[in-house]
């Protein structure tokens, strides 16, 4: 019987021998014992000395901008050994402590590039001669997608995984009717790069399914900005530029619901800021209903002013019958032009 243990021992280290190096064969044979789960610690003193973390290339990025973080849970897989695979959560010092290895720190790595340092610290440590490393973020520890600004429901949402801006913007409940013309994305892995959606892009739809968003990004939803219409309007005020799409002077109108039949439509005007100080652009509203002349494109802090014809008001008020007789209709109609 132990002579077949010793032949079996024997084939097994031949095998491992073409695989790893002689320190490894010993460090794996303390693992099977079990050994070495007990002891890892005092296998990681003996080892070399772990030296800082390896400088990450830009040709060792990856194009995954999500970065490993403290307090994430990270799991390890080594191919084809178990014994070395785990499963931890970075610390608050940024290191995940991994059997055999000990403290190695991966905070602020992508899960590609904690695989090659895995890597190369086994190779360095001769615990393995061709090791294959698969990380894998497993919780975030800021899995909430923060959503500022214009949302119907502002907060923090748990969305674990990359996620669309569709996807963000509906767990929130979708944008408010005062949802201006850019949404800003800051991504965790990345704050420096700002992400900037433009709303009013005729592909909008598809940007929104296409653009990627992460755990621990914040996506904020600008406010429309305004314009005011005043005069002889049903109802004057101040409205949005929504998503910002383009609106012409007949739209505002419409949003203000409309013209009053006592408007001077010859007076109307548009006043303007500009660098040169505030302009007035005149306008007949007639004139662009009935396409005599361009409609006119409305711009933020526009003032769109629609005065009011006193003379269709004494018409209307002192000669009430006058619409009702041919020589009223004549007299209002050559008072009006």
Known sequence: MSHKNVSANTVVSSYLSGLCSPRAIHIYTLLCLGFALPASLAIAQTAPALAEPT???????DAH?????????????????????????????????????GAVQIAGLNTQQASRLFEEKLRTSEIMLKPNVTVQDTEYATQG?????QIKSPGT?????????????????????????????????????LDVIDVSSPNYSAIQRSTRIFPGDTVFVSKA??????????????FYIQNGKPLSVLNAIALASGDND????SAASIKRKTSAGVVSIPFNLKNIKKGKETDIAVLPEDIIILPRSELKVALTTILPGAANSAIGTGVTAAVIR
């Open 157 to 193: 949402y748990n969305l674990p995984g990359p996620h669309s801006l569709y996807d963000a913007l509906s767990a929130a409940g979708g944008v408010t009717d005062t949802a201006g013309p850019r949404i800003t994305i800051t991504h965790r892995g990345d704050p420096e790069q």
């Open 225 to 238: 900005e305004v314009f005011y219409v005043i005069g002889d309007v049903g109802h004057p005020g101040s």
């Open 55 to 61: 400088t990450v290339t830009p040709e060792l990025a």
């Open 262 to 265: 006592t408007a001077k439509y």
């Open 145 to 149: 997608v923060v959503l500022l600004g």
């Open 65 to 101: 901008p999500l970065r490993i973080g403290k307090g994430d849970v990270v799991s390890v897989t080594v191919f084809d050994t178990p014994s070395l695979s785990f499963q931890d959560r970075v610390d608050e010092a940024g290191f995940l402590r991994a059997p055999v290895l």
